[in-house]
Nanobody
């Protein structure tokens, strides 16, 4: 499975942005797709995950109520809709795949390149 993230850029605080991740290769209903992010001088952290089959979702506390993860199986795409963005959301955002649901980075074996999101105050 290969992943490619896109859609980052510069946005003002309070604004919205949608990230996309194209998924190529063999995918199964049991797979889990996720978004992680890494802010400058910080470790990479879990943002949100979605089960490829059922579309059930899990979110990190800092983004609950503001971010929405979704997927389009027909077109092999995953999305992250980000609303009410804050300067602390500034980070390199990565999409990733795991064989089962986890918030731990080490469980994700396939990674896309990052896309930079910058939120200005």
């Amino acid at each position: 499975v290969q992943l490619q993230a896109s859609g980052g850029g510069l946005v003002q605080a309070g604004g919205s942005m949608r990230l996309s991740c194209s998924v190529s290769g063999h995918t199964f209903s049991s797979h889990v797709m996720a978004w992680f992010r890494q802010a400058p001088a910080k470790e990479r952290e879990f943002v949100a995950a979605i089960r490829w089959g059922s579309a059930s979702t899990t979110y990190a506390d800092p983004v609950k109520g503001r971010f929405t993860i979704s997927r389009d199986r027909a077109n092999d795409m995953m999305y992250l809709q980000m609303n009410s963005l804050k300067p602390e959301d500034t980070a390199l955002y990565y999409c990733a795949k795991a064989n089962s649901l986890s918030t731990r980075e080490r469980e994700y074996r396939n990674w896309g390149q990052g896309t930079l999101v910058t939120v200005s105050s």
